[in-house]
Antibody, heavy 118, light 107 residues
């Protein structure tokens, strides 16, 4: 059974770093790509970045300078780190998988809400 | 980056009606287009990929069409569970972008 589950602190102070973990089961990170997508409350979806099956990454150009995605295949975990958080980063953060090759997201995590506040 | 312009932003319809949502890409995306449904408080769910292929388990009242830069999602005979938000997404050249979304509401 394919599952993705995001975890991490729900509250981050302004200018600090957000660290989230996506723990997957039912598939291998070396066979499927994992993406991060975020959604401000009441707004649309924004693709953030991807870690490919081979371990390389690509990022949304608007976030590239602040964003890092990595993984631990032995633990089936993908990590997101984004620095210099501001109020505009308040959103629900999702991880989702796509096939290799493939571009569409056939499974998503439940999402984790992140607030930025002191 | 490829821009995806989705219309309308909101749509009001009755049970049993047929509705169409449009998605316009800023350049040819060669059918590299997916549609998702999202209900409040839930994660998006894949409906259609490759512009017109129905994802496993998705009811046949959903259909996708289009080519080049213009694509559409059609929902026939609206059911209560269809009232949700819908997003198009392109994945050409590993630059994923979403449309702004369409909120489908019950009239």
């Amino acid at each position: 059974q394919v599952q993705l589950k995001e975890s991490g602190p729900g509250l981050v102070q302004p200018s600090q770093t957000l660290s989230l973990t996506c723990t997957v089961s039912g598939f291998s990170l070396t066979s499927y790509n994992v993406h991060w997508v975020r959604q401000p409350t009441g707004k649309g979806l924004e693709w953030m970045g991807v870690i490919w099956t081979g371990g390389s990454t690509d990022y949304n150009s608007a976030l590239k300078s602040r964003l890092s995605i990595s993984r631990d295949t032995s633990k089936s975990q993908v990590f997101l780190k984004m620095n210099s958080l501001q109020t505009e980063d308040i959103a629900t953060y999702y991880c989702a998988r796509s096939g290799s090759p493939g571009y569409y997201f056939d499974y998503w995590g439940q999402g984790v809400m992140v607030t930025v506040s002191s | 980056d490829i821009q995806m312009t989705q219309s309308p932003a909101s749509l009001s319809a009755s049970l049993g009606e047929t509705v169409t949502i449009e998605c316009l890409a800023s350049e040819d995306i060669y059918d590299i287009l997916a549609w998702y449904q999202q209900k409040p408080g839930k994660s998006p769910q894949l409906l259609i990929y490759d512009a017109s292929s129905l994802h496993t388990g998705v009811p046949s009242r959903f259909s996708g069409s289009g080519s080049g830069t213009q694509y559409s999602l059609k929902i026939n005979s609206l059911q209560p569970e269809d009232f949700a938000s819908y997003y198009c997404q392109n994945g050409l050249s590993a630059l994923w972008t979403f449309g702004g979304g369409t909120k489908l509401e019950l009239k």
